[in-house]
Nanobody
Framework: QIQLVESGGGSVQGGGSLRLSCVAS????????LGWFRQAPGKAREGVAL???????SYADFVKGRFTISRDNAKKNLYLQMDRLEPEDTAMYYC????????????????WGQGTQVTVSS
């Protein structure tokens, strides 16, 4: 059983930055697709950013140029650097993991963290 634990959420004013972290119980290098998803109250969960087993990245249009997904050299930490935050970014953010290949379909992700709340004020 793979465990994922997010941290780094909080409250910030519009235009500010936050860095989310996700610690995994396994080495993340080489096998998995890693993703960040978010869910706002009353809305469906949506994909934010993906990181492939080869290090390739994909972003949802609404975060392109503002958010960056990465992992560290120890390959057990996944990050989401969020810059120029907007009130519309307010949501619970989750990291997720599945065997490769990557997909934007959240239902295909097997392992999820508990989430970290991000609140952006105007």
């Amino acid at each position: 059983q793979i465990q994922l634990v997010e941290s780094g959420g909080g409250s910030v004013q519009g235009g500010g930055s936050l860095r989310l972290s996700c610690v995994a119980s396994v080495n993340l290098y080489g096998t998995y697709c890693l993703g960040w998803f978010r869910q706002a109250p009353g809305k469906a969960r949506e994909g934010v950013a993906l990181l492939t087993r080869y290090g390739g990245t994909s972003y949802a249009d609404f975060v392109k140029g503002r958010f960056t997904i990465s992992r560290d050299n120890a390959k057990k930490n996944l990050y989401l650097q969020m810059d120029r935050l907007e009130p519309e970014d307010t949501a619970m953010y989750y990291c997720a993991l599945k065997p490769s290949p990557c997909t934007w379909a959240s239902g295909e992700y097997v392992y999820w963290g508990q989430g970290t709340q991000v609140t952006v004020s105007s």
